[in-house]
């Protein structure tokens, strides 16, 4: 039977991969999953072709379900993906897809901080935080709670310990980097 073993998803491999993005919020599920799903099809298409050349009948007189290609009728030979990887060149089927997304979802949320500032020292004290986000569908609510917290911790951390220095003659920001 086919589990998640039997995958292999190659992502930021620049011998491999041709162009990416990386991740972004909902963006991995949304556009990388919509391009696996495209991959898939793509693949089970060039594989029932494979299948109905070694089965001697034509691709539209095939069923799949669950790994295997079953020849319709009275002839009901069968042939699983892994035995049509067997006659690729190193043992694999393989397929690529790029999905480009017409729009693009945009989560709802909204942050409100507590804060007490020191008049005298401008010293400012986080006091309390809330956060409420509407991501829709979480597949994974794991990493949605990892992405909240950490862009949290990192707004904090940007808005409470991190300067914004401007050059003053030209004005221009000179912390954009690490240079």
Partial sequence: ALSCEHFRIV???????????????SRSMTVGGS??????QKLLSEAGVMAAEAMQCTPESLDYAAGRFRQKGPLAGSLDLFSLAEFQPDGC?????????????IPG?????DVEVDMET???RLLR???VHDAGVAVNPMVVEGQLHGGIAQGIGAA????L??????????TASFQ
């Fill in 11 to 25: 992502q930021g491999d620049t011998l491999v991969v041709a162009r990416g993005n990386g991740t972004g919020a």
């Fill in 160 to 163: 409470l310990g991190e300067a």
């Fill in 122 to 124: 401008g010293q400012v």
């Fill in 109 to 113: 949320g909204c942050h409100v901080a």
């Fill in 165 to 174: 220095r401007f050059d003053s003659t030209s004005g221009q920001l000179i």
């Fill in 35 to 40: 391009a696996i799903i495209q991959a898939a």
């Fill in 129 to 131: 935080y809330r956060a």
């Fill in 93 to 105: 089927l393989r397929a690529q897809a790029v999905f480009k997304p017409s729009i693009f979802t």
